[in-house]
């Protein structure tokens, strides 16, 4: 699968890694806050000269949980996340197989990666039911927490309150949170 940027876009579990930055997330949108992770990432990765990877999931669990608006397709989240300059994608086909994977096997999975740092938001949460989180990783790499982003009012940015301003018709607000000068990907939107 193309990105149009430099980024190798691998099937989950078929890679494996002697060394490697490593950031887990749905991604839904890459707003600001998704963007911050991303360059710290890069950043660091470069400094320490080892490949960065973003480990990702098709569709995004909440479309397959709860019936919620993906913000960008996965062509157009790959070339996003590609324009950050990040070496491999991994992308996790998320559908019922894979949400019934228990958290270990997920470490496991990271473990072939050989991250050097994991990189996440405090909130992430992974495995069957959800059980996993940033201290069960904390177990097992060495984990680093990146702050919350916020807008100018302090508000933390998500692609839940992406989804909340769209449905609500405030696109101006949205775009400012997002990040993107063009958001032709979405339905229904002109720009
Ligand atoms: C192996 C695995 C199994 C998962 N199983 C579930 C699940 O049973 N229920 C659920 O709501 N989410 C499940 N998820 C999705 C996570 O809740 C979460 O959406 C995902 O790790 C991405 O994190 P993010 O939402 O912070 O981007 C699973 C994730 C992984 C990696
Ligand atoms: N504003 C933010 N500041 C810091 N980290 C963030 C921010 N938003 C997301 N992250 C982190 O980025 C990673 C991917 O997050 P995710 O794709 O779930 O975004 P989200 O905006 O929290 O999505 P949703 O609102 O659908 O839960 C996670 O580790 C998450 O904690």
Not at 154 to 175: D, K, P, Q, W
Request: net charge positive.
């Amino acid at each position: 699968m193309s990105t149009g940027g430099t980024a190798k876009v691998h099937p989950h579990a078929a890679l494996a890694l002697s060394s490697s930055l490593v950031t887990v997330g749905t991604f839904d949108g890459v707003h600001r806050g998704h963007q911050a992770l991303l360059s710290n990432l890069v950043t660091r990765a470069r400094r320490r000269g080892v490949p960065s990877l973003v480990y990702t999931f098709d569709p995004p669990p909440k479309t397959v949980f709860a019936k919620v608006l993906q913000l960008t397709p996965l062509e157009e989240k790959l070339r996003r996340l590609s324009h950050f300059g990040v070496d491999h994608i991994v992308v996790a086909r998320f559908d019922a197989d894979y949400a019934a994977r228990p958290a270990e096997a997920f470490i496991a999975e990271l473990g072939r990666l050989n991250p050097r740092e994991l990189w996440l938001g405090r909130d992430f949460r992974f495995g069957q039911g959800r059980k996993g989180d940033v201290a069960l990783l904390s177990r097992y790499f060495d984990v680093r927490v990146l702050k919350d982003v916020g807008c100018t009012t302090g508000e933390r940015i998500s692609s839940s309150r992406l989804r909340a301003l769209f449905g609500e018709g405030r696109r101006e607000e949205a775009r400012r949170l997002h990040g993107w000068p063009s958001l032709g990907c979405l339905p229904g939107t002109v720009d």
